[in-house]
């Protein structure tokens, strides 16, 4: 098995540690050339558990070709992403995995040229678009929703992945995807695979070369709609993109938009529907809490996508359920500059990495950290907690450009699930979950929307 990485010629990456600059670090290398890989890809959990009870919260590991340092827990989140001395980069954090694949994603830019990116996709974030997408969101929810409820047993995660597809192309691009719409969703799904691929190059008959069309299939698509969406007056991302400046009063070139719609649009919808699964399937499980959300929705007395605020509770179980299954489970950086942590010196050039979901499950922070409580994220039992100790959108400059969207989707679609309806897993369902590239229950989560009693 063949493992590299590539990245853009870029003066300013730093050359790859050899592995010798890590041996005075706890840690393993595992297996000649592919190191811990297949076995962190098996069971990530297991492995991350292992690890941490071996090695401690700062170890060495070696996975998809690079030898990286892990550093573990709430004040590792709060170094790495509030990064207050510009010592990691998570250009070349994330370029090993996603060059090929989403490069100039905002992901893979750092300090000024990141910061002056995403003011431009700010524009599609504002009250007014933000007001557009909530009823766009509505109306396409609630009939799904209709659909679930008269077709008896249905796979949740292939149901909300579609969804969340066909809602990120109306908000997003403003468009139905029609016949278009299995193609583009199969580009998204050989991308996202390709991240996580050992075969880090794009030859005949890999993963990374069925990643690498899908992406050139998508990109030709979006940068088709350039023109016409700069000279139309459209309500979606997409076209406010496309008019927006830079810092300089130009507008982006379309390779450089087709390129954030291709990141975006895979964020928009696969991570959402990771989301969406875990909370419905906890729900699921706990049946007192489907009743409390109910509840709280039956007390909305109009529209609603005016009453979101009012759905608290609904967002503490989000909250609860990003916890215990994060949509990105582990976010890389690399290190500019020598630094130390927990007592180590970790040097310039290093890859490093923190755990989100990991940290979300350390009793250090968490009673019980395996139980489905909500009541966790009441205003009293937050305080004092520490603010890095819950990290699924990220945090600092790279936090999470869209995460009121994904929480204004979230509380739609519980809204509409259970407005008279609950949720009925069939069996154990959601039991075993397949945590790269992107968190999803290996059966699919069947369930079945069933009328609620009166």
Known sequence: MALAHTHAANPHWLPRLPKRSLRALPGEDGLP???????????????????????????????????????????????????????????????????????????????????????????????????????????????????????????????IKQLSLDLAADCFLGMELGAEAKAVNQAFVDEVQASVTPIRRPWP??????????????????????????????????????????????PLSPAAIADHMNFLMM????????????????????????????????????????????????EWAFKEALRIVPPVPSLPRRALRDFEFGGFRIPAGCQVGISVGMTHHLPDYWDAPARFDPLRFTPEASRGRHRFAWVPFGGGAHMCIGLHFATMQIRLLVAHLLRGHRIALEGDAGKAWQYFPIPRPKDGLPMELVLASQ
Request: aromatic content about 10%; proline content about 4%.
């Open 33 to 159: 050339f592919i190191g811990n890989t297949l076995k962190m890809l098996r069971d990530p959990k297991a492995f991350g558990d292992a690890m941490v009870a071996k090695h401690g919260r700062v170890y060495r590991n070696h996975t998809f070709g690079e030898h990286t340092v892990m550093l573990l827990g709430a004040d590792a989140n709060e170094l790495v992403l509030m990064d207050k001395d510009k010592l990691f980069s998570s250009e070349q954090g994330w370029g090993p995995l996603l060059n090929l694949l989403f490069p100039r994603g905002l992901m893979l830019m750092d300090f000024d040229h990141h910061r002056a990116e995403r003011r431009v996709l700010n524009v599609a974030f504002k009250p007014e678009p933000m007001r557009h997408y909530a009823h766009r969101l509505d109306q396409g929810i609630a009939r799904a929703v209709a659909r679930w409820a008269e077709g008896g047993t249905f796979r949740f995660y292939d149901a």
């Open 205 to 250: 008959g890999t993963a990374m070369k069925k990643g690498v069309d899908g992406r050139r299939y998508l990109i030709e698509l979006f940068e088709r709609e350039v023109p016409k969406r700069r000279a139309g007056g459209g309500q979606d991302f997409f076209s406010h993109f496309c008019r927006a400046t830079d810092e300089a009063g130009q």
């Open 267 to 314: 964020a928009a919808h696969d991570t959402i529907t990771s989301s969406a699964t875990s909370l419905v399937m906890l729900l699921g499980r706990n049946p007192e809490w489907q009743e409390r959300l109910a509840a709280e929705v039956a007390g909305l007395d109009g529209a609603y996508p005016d009453q979101l605020e009012r759905l608290v509770e609904t």
